[in-house]
């Protein structure tokens, strides 16, 4: 039953959330995951896609 549940979690993931890798010099990922707990992100990824999500939107504004 459980192996069932994370393979229907799997799914939903596969289709809701696109997914790809970064690359960080040595040591960066450390300080990315610092930062976001000193900020109280929950998590590294959650920190990230903030971040990306402010610079989308700055690009938005600046540019209209």
């Not at 939903?12 to 690359?23: G, H």
């Not at 300080?31 to 109280?40: M, N, T």
């Not at 998590?43 to 540019?63: C, G, L, M």
């Given at each position: ?11 939903y ?9 970064i690359?960080v ?40």
């Amino acid at each position: 039953d459980t192996d069932r549940s994370r393979g229907l979690g799997d799914v939903y993931k596969r289709q809701a959330y696109d997914q790809f890798l970064i690359t960080v010099p040595t040591g960066h990922k450390d300080l990315i995951s610092a930062a976001a707990k000193e900020q109280g992100y929950s998590s590294r990824n959650e920190f990230i896609v903030t971040a990306i999500n402010e610079k989308i939107q700055r690009y938005n504004t600046d540019k209209a």
